[in-house]
């Protein structure tokens, strides 16, 4: 469904370049739900804007559906850490949003509105304004938004960071429920590590400086909502931990090595 070929992200820069990827790889099959976990700075964010056809990249190619990704697809949808609503139209408007621009009809766009705030216990706040809405609510809204479009690859880029720990869990419960009736292919950007165990059938880990796939680790498991109280959740949490550790000391070291020969030149 998605796939990432020998990928290079360059950020022209006033002093210098910035480069997020290079040589990315990554294939994610068609159902699949995938958690993307790693330092800042290590390019997850720019692989799903590559992945939305926002961004091109440098080098190599993204194909969404076998198909490469020149221009923003209408069955892709973006959630981002900040909601992205407006908030001088009410939930029911910034729930239909992304149909009234693809020129759906008005009596579908109502149809299919009404549905995705019913699925994330919206409908009855149809009239309010996101200001008068929780964090929490105003994130389910930024779902059923997406929701409406009937998509077929979901990317969320840390949407639930902002929120309080238990609330957080309650909306991962629903992005986990959404999946499995929906099976749309899903692909999170989080720094949270159960997060990624509790929602990611696969754990991809990534390097900095420049982003590339450090380690891909399975969690088949995952898929209940009981799986946080597992002891296969604790394993697999220590092992993802325990990855990123890892990566860590690399950059770590590369950034020693730099200093070194960078006091050596002087």
């Given at each position: 469904?998605?796939?990432?070929?020998?990928?290079?992200?360059?950020?022209?820069?006033?002093?210098?370049?910035v480069?997020?990827?290079?040589?990315f790889e990554?294939?994610?099959?068609k159902?699949?739900s995938?958690?993307l976990?790693?330092?800042?700075?290590?390019?997850?964010s720019?692989?799903?804007?590559?992945?939305t056809g926002?961004l091109?990249?440098t080098?190599?190619k993204?194909?969404?559906?076998?198909?490469?990704?020149q221009?923003?697809?209408f069955?892709?949808?973006l959630i981002?850490?900040?909601?992205?609503l407006?908030?001088?139209k009410t939930?029911?408007?910034?729930?239909?949003?992304?149909?009234k621009?693809?020129?759906?009809?008005?009596?579908?766009?109502?149809?299919?509105?009404?549905?995705?705030l019913t699925?994330?216990?919206?409908?009855?706040?149809?009239?309010?304004?996101?200001?008068e809405l929780?964090?929490?609510?105003?994130q389910?809204?930024?779902?059923?938004?997406?929701?409406?479009l009937?998509v077929?690859?979901l990317l969320?880029?840390?949407p639930?960071?902002?929120l309080?720990?238990?609330?957080?869990?309650?909306?991962?419960d629903?992005?986990?429920g959404?999946w499995?009736?929906?099976?749309y292919?899903?692909?999170?950007?989080?720094?949270?590590?159960e997060?990624?165990?509790?929602?990611?059938?696969?754990?991809?880990?990534?390097?900095?400086?420049?982003?590339?796939?450090?380690?891909?680790?399975?969690?088949?498991e995952m898929?209940?909502?009981?799986?946080r109280?597992?002891?296969?959740?604790y394993?697999?949490?220590?092992?993802?931990?325990?990855a990123?550790t890892?990566?860590?000391?690399?950059?770590?070291?590369k950034?020693?090595?730099?200093?070194?020969?960078s006091?050596?030149?002087?």
């Amino acid at each position: 469904m998605l796939e990432y070929h020998k990928v290079d992200m360059v950020y022209k820069g006033s002093a210098a370049d910035v480069t997020a990827l290079a040589g990315f790889e990554l294939s994610v099959e068609k159902g699949e739900s995938i958690a993307l976990i790693g330092a800042s700075g290590c390019g997850k964010s720019t692989a799903l804007l590559l992945a939305t056809g926002l961004l091109q990249p440098t080098a190599g190619k993204v194909l969404v559906a076998g198909a490469k990704v020149q221009k923003p697809r209408f069955e892709t949808a973006l959630i981002l850490q900040d909601y992205g609503l407006l908030p001088w139209k009410t939930v029911y408007q910034n729930a239909e949003l992304g149909l009234k621009i693809r020129n759906f009809p008005k009596k579908q766009r109502g149809l299919r509105a009404d549905s995705a705030l019913t699925q994330v216990g919206l409908l009855d706040f149809a009239k309010a304004y996101p200001s008068e809405l929780s964090g929490g609510m105003r994130q389910r809204l930024a779902l059923a938004r997406a929701l409406a479009l009937d998509v077929d690859l979901l990317l969320m880029d840390e949407p639930l960071s902002s929120l309080d720990a238990l609330l957080r869990e309650t909306l991962q419960d629903t992005l986990l429920g959404l999946w499995r009736e929906r099976r749309y292919t899903q692909v999170l950007v989080t720094h949270s590590i159960e997060e990624a165990v509790f929602l990611g059938q696969r754990i991809v880990v990534l390097g900095s400086r420049p982003g590339h796939t450090v380690t891909s680790i399975e969690n088949l498991e995952m898929g209940e909502l009981d799986y946080r109280q597992s002891p296969v959740f604790y394993e697999r949490c220590r092992e993802v931990r325990s990855a990123l550790t890892s990566a860590l000391r690399i950059i770590q070291a590369k950034d020693a090595t730099a200093h070194i020969v960078s006091d050596g030149s002087r």
